[in-house]
């Protein structure tokens, strides 16, 4: 095995008791250049991991399939490993580190003989913010090179960040053989360590996304009163050209990567207005020496959802992804282009679809049902930097000032539109109750409801009530405190029909949020929260009566009734540990309402 030269010695250690576990033939460090990167996407091409897409075409792209039993993230398999069950909450897959540690070594051992070790240390956040995390990840996958060069700073400038002694988090990765029988994905948030074996797909193994900026962030971040957040940011330019921020949360399904490359309509265009897109899946924030929440996106590439996206629902997106991007288990082309279900453009006559077989439209299976060319989750990975509407020259190293913290969810006919909390300590309790309708494309009943605080419960590191309770805390440590809102984009009528036209037009109530921070504007007081007058909503262009408005925001008692009781039932599953500044908001909620005395 080569040699590595690093200054680092617990670095250089651990990368030794690493290799001499997984038994690679070879060392590679992965130092962040051009001429390195073409070198191992030409070996990609050569072993068929990867395939170069048309040059002319989609210049730089490259496509890529999955095992077909690996292609998303198998929370079932995913675990939180502490010393202590409970500090791994109910919410969570717990095991104890000591036999997970016994069980994905028996895994790991050889898991790596005739590969190439690849050893990628990254930094979450641009290289040197006060915000941002290195960390290590040791790999047998180019596939997982080529995205964490696109998702991470990756590199030498991040290694002389380090330092001979800085902290840094220890990622291992192996794609072993792939069995699901023998898939692990370990967080060691005591031992700030992550542990993948058996997968392949981008969730699971690019170790700088969910794993480390997520669940092991969150852990970090309570212990050194910070936040790590499932959140988009996106900043909106007004006609006076300034900017104002914005974060939100969103579970999946409900629009957020659309909302944070959010398009303003003609008619808000003409005024001045712009957005800004900060971030699409995760924020940092700390909070300012002013007082004032600030907010990072540590990531510096997009790991999107495909299906779905065309020039209609999110053209940034379309416009990023047109070079330097990895597709990952969509539609290939004959002429080596992609396509996806609900993309831009008809089906092609022919192709071959994400399995690797013959597709066609029309195409059934045995059972009668149609076959899909893409898969429903099937992915691009895309630099940040393409995004039309990323922000330009700045780094954003101290974070932007955020105004407003978004909730959102897909109800077909409780939510209203938009709402803003009564407090803080209310807004957190309707993060923490916050819940979703499935729809056909999400595995489980349609319409069921999905309840998804803060749209964290995935990712939560440890156990969710102290996560509420540290959400409480980093409030009152505010001065003030970003407002909260709840925003449901998905009412129907009567007939199915979606109520609001959404997309662009959701900067109409974006803009009447913002006014609502900066005190622009008065609200009509309802038991959910502050809702808007109609007269405040800015619907230049937009042909939307007062009549159809006001059924945006009927409350039906009854039906918020029945929520109420749902979402106590929710807040039970934590137990005595549940802060008790939440079931006083449940308690006041119900008060309002008129069901509790």
Known sequence: ????????????????????????????????????????????????????????????????????????????????????????????????????????????????????????????GPVGSPFSKIGVELTDSIYVVLNMLIMTRVGTKTLKSLGPGGTFTKCLHSKADLDIKRRLILHFPEDNAIWSVGSGYGGNVLLGKKCLSLRIASFLAKKEGWMAEHMLILGIENSRGAIRYISGAFPSACGKTNLSMLVPPEALKKKGYKVWTVGDDIAWMQIGKNGDLRAINPESGFFGVLPGTNSKSNPNAMATIRKNAIYTNVLLKPDRTVWWEDGDGPPPASGTDWTGKPWRPGLMDADGKPVKGAHPNSRFTAPFSQCPSAPSGSKHHSGVPISAIIFGGRRTSLAPLVYESLSWQHGVYVGATMASERTAAQYGKQGEIRRDPMAMLPFCGYDMADYFRHWLKMGKKMSPPPRIFFVNWFRKDKAGKFIWPGFGDNLRILNWILDRTEGKVDAIKTPLGYVPRYRDIDMAGLDFPERKWNKLFFVNKAEWSEELQAQKKFLDRFGKGLPGELLKEYRAFGKRLGTHK
Request: hydrophobic share 35%; aromatic share 8%; net charge positive.
């Open 1 to 124: 095995m080569q040699e590595i030269s690093l200054q680092h010695k617990k670095l250089r250690s651990w990368i030794k008791r690493m290799a001499c576990m997984c038994r690679p033939d070879n060392i590679v460090l992965i130092d962040g250049s051009d001429r390195q990167k073409r070198k191992l996407e030409e070996e990609a091409f050569s072993a068929g991991e990867i395939i170069k897409l048309n040059e002319k075409k989609l210049p730089g792209c490259s496509y890529h399939r999955t095992a077909l039993n690996d292609v998303a993230r198998t929370e079932g398999l995913t675990y939180i490993c502490t010393e202590r069950k409970k500090d791994a909450g109910p919410t969570n897959n717990w095991m104890r580190p000591d036999l997970a540690y016994r069980k994905a070594s028996a895994i790991f051992k050889g898991s790596m003989e005739s590969r190439t070790m690849y050893i990628i240390p990254f930094s979450m």
